[in-house]
């Protein structure tokens, strides 16, 4: 009877396993951040390869070009610059989903090896996906802040990816 006369004495006890619950998850997650760093890391490699880029085979402005790198290039090309949290599970795990999805589907290092047509659509899908500001991916964005593109920049990419259109047609 006494120990619930003492509402202090309860709290106490509550607050003290609570303390201990926090440590032991704090430990565990710390030995699960360690343990997952073995796991190999599965990074998409780079290629130094920059004869079909599409910033070599297009006539691209100093201001596109510096759009699609800073913006564009560590998804869609094969010369990702991986910072050193990139290497770091889990998010790597997300590095290499998004690099491996992004190349595969849009890889501007590749752009001089795809057929007239194939060029027309990806450049039509540019267009739509900057103008809604669905790429670049806001998960990039997060951590890139210089990526996130004014309305400006967008509409410099939009003009130059209609111009291509044209000269690609
Ligand atoms: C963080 C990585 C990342 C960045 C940065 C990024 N993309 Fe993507 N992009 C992807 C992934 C992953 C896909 C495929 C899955 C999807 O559509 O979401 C994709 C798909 C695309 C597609 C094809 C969409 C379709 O279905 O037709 C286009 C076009 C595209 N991106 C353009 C761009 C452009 C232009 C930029 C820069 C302004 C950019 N992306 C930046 C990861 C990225």
Redesign the pocket.
Known sequence: MAFFQRPYLVFSILIYSMKKVLRYSAIFLLLLFIIIQFIPIDLPENNTDITADILQTEKASDEVKL??EK??????SNQTVYPWYSKMAPVSWL?A??????R???NFSEWGELSKRKRV??LS??V???EDK????K???VV?RD?I?TQHEIEI?SSWIKSLTDKIM
């Open positions: 759009i699609l913006a564009c290039y560590d998804c869609h590095v989903r998004d690099t491996r999805l992004g595969d589907e849009l659509k990806i899908n540019m739509e996906e900057v669905k790429m670049p991916l998960i990039y964005t890139h990526a593109l990419l």
